[in-house]
């Protein structure tokens, strides 16, 4: 699955170069559209070869979410990768072309990565033109990809990288059981979404469960309107799917055997085996259930955490993730031994029945139960500020005596959202080889006073505060009042 | 002043120090804290501030306990403000949002200025120790929606019943002239000024005409006699008339309305506000906003920046922080926080929770901590607009209230796990 080089966007040399994405999926696909697949994933926006000068931010708080924070320590960044971290002033010798940051009374972190953004299918403003983010036409449809709802001039954007956000996963809605693809996307301003899609990051799908499927089709009037509709019409889908995934690998098998010269002659004229009709729904649920595309399920209470769960092992499939999981302190040490992380907020409650039992400590309790917890923002505003929500989420857990650290914090915003997304091979942490996605804040990160001052993105400034130039968003221009203009794209 | 210790004591007791009555029921003295005082002075350090009869007694650097206290807080390192005032929130008329039948914050209909929150509060709605935790002591529970939505109400989030909760049952009255409502009701805005006006103009004329209303001998009016009624306070500058509005050109349309018809105007949401800042000092409207509102959320927003607050109050605008939350009503500490990093003044942060609502609402004795105030004090572990401070101590009307929430038992019950259900725990 792993994107011709030459159609790699923005500002990647080489995909080899790099360590993989992730250490957890499955073999290979069997997908007989692979090559179709590989087709409509070349860019159609080729970026240029990352050609930014080398950055060195050093003197500063280098907090790496590896376990090693560098007080003063340094960064370098080179060709859009970290080539150096550590301790003291960097290397001696740079090249002459070498940008020097003094981060002195600074810190550093990994760029923050929003594991569940609608940015760009929800944009702003809030347009009947742009409400792209729920195909409410079928309860399930697997087949879509919130790449092709991506409105890549959301002011949002922009926005979220003045937050120290580098890489977002933009996801179909909740109104559905299955949603549709999500995509991972370094933020970087673009004409298409293409280009933002962060290289070698894997297909994820979203699916929901609970309260929104059933009351978007219960005002339809048709199913699912109750939760055991919600089960029937996943597992439902879940078993045409392993119908087509049968009629595929038989045609694989067919197509082997048609190949192999011991067969070659008693075949001969013989029509190639053919292959089942491409269905996109049932292609992405046969991925699922390869292990080749992550799930990524908007779960927030604990008993339809464990109905998911039945779902997924009827199917033999691994939940990435749950999403909002506001109840997953509850079930905390049936998703640590069973390995589902989660992707949660620090405090949010209340706002409809699923939601009412979430607490501020619900990150922390999961953190110490050994789940694998990350912060997410659902929301164009509050994904501003995730790094406060991990400084409340910390201190909320201290307060009551959970084992919970200035570590645990920072992972929660990047170190962990990576592996949600099957990214942490690339990014997440700041080590020799990852993408130079690079936070400097003005404070501790978790104050509330903390502002990004400068964030790259592949080794690129990103957002730099001292000089904000033009706005990203085409739509934003001619805005009167806005900061003074400079160059983009 | 801050160097010299500033001291500021009740009258008569200035001389021979604090004295108390020989049955005086309960005097708490909060001792060696960073206490925020009003009148513009910086927080004062190492002060007391002692409260009795659900009034502030005293306040000052360097100040003894009172001999006699029946409570002693030693707050050295920590730091006391007024109790937090959210301008804006529906505390006690909303349980779960998406559920219509638990929420009272959304009526159908966009002229209702009879209407008052006041009527669906619920003094023991399970959100209301949530909010204390966040160190907030009273709220204006104001109408969300309407032309003219209706009447707020002033309550203490304290007491168990509506009489002990209530302050000012009709605070003020709320109009919107925001994209959505002008979407809602006549479809343009200038329908829905045409709305509005004639319904102020129709309470003007039933003022000075309510015999003949009476007797059946007006013309036809836009409103109902209660409507009418609900507006003769508004119309006589007595109770603030609340307008949301967002685009400049729409602050500015209200501006001019409050000028016309001489209203009491607060202004409420104000995304552009930045852009008619000196307009609205130069008029002495306070704002009622979020500073975490910097999205073009919508067209009538496209001037949205994050920097509205601290340009407010650099043209010298009363700004007023709130949540516009229920739930998150316990949260007001971050909004104000969130105004300090995109930079408004710290201090200025603080009176926009505290002083600043009250005074714009015309709640004497609220929000400041000064001899003879309600007794509405928090005291936190830090600074209080910061990710790593608890709030510990929140007294209310001068009586200290548990922290305990149904969140706090739900992590009680869910510590360890697996939770037994037979009932031994």
Redesign the interface.
Known sequence: MALPSACLPYGHQSEAARPTATSALAAPSMDPFAAVEAKARSSVDDAAVNQAPPVLVRHATVMTATGRTFAPGFVLMSGGTIVAVGDGDGPATLPANTVVVDGRGKFVTPGIIDPHSHIGVYP???TLAHDDGNEMTDPTTAGVRAEHSFWPED??IE?AVAGGVTTIAVLPGSGNLIGGRGIVMHLTPQRGARAMRFPGAPEILKMACG?NPK?VYKEQKRAPTTRMGNLRIVREAFVKAQKYAREQDDWSRRQQTAASPGKKDDKAGADPPKPPDRDLALETLALVMRGDILVEWHCYQADDMIAALQVADEFGFQVRAFHHALEA??V??LLSRRRVAIATWD???????EA??????NLA?ATE?GVRAALHSDS??AI??LN?AA??A??AGR??GIKVDEEDALRWLTANPAWVLGIDGLVGTLEVGKHADVVVWSDDP??????AELVYVDGRAAFDRAHVGAPWSDF?LG????PPKGGKK | MKALGLVILAAGMASRGIALAEDAPEVIAITHARVYVPGGHPPLDDATVVLAKGKVLAVGAGLAAPPGSTLVIDAHGKTVTPGLIDANTAVGAVDVELEAPTNDANVRGLMTPALRMVDGYNPRSTLIPIARTGGVTSVVVAPRSGVLGGQAAFVDLAGDTLAEAIVRPSLAQYAHVDEETAEASAGTRSGLWLLLREALEDARFYATHKAQYDANGTRPLSLHRSGLEALLPVLRGEQPLVVTAHRASDIEAALRLAGELKLRLILQGASEAWMVADEIARRKVPVVMDPLQDLPTHFDRLHSRSDNAALLERAGVAVVIATFSAHQCRLLWQHAGNAVRLGMDHDAAIRAITEAPAAAFGLQGYGVIEPGAVADVVVWSGDPLQTSSRVEHVFIRGHEHSLETRQTLLLERYRTLPVPRDGSR
């Open positions: 702003v403003p809030e002011p949002a926005r309260e009351r302190y509850k905390r040490d405090d949010w409650w209340g706002f409809k029945m009412y039992d979430g607490i501020p400590e309790l139960a164009p505003i501003q500020f406060q400084g409340k910390l201190a307060a009551a978790l104050s509330i006073y903390s502002r934003e805005v009167r009042g806005m």
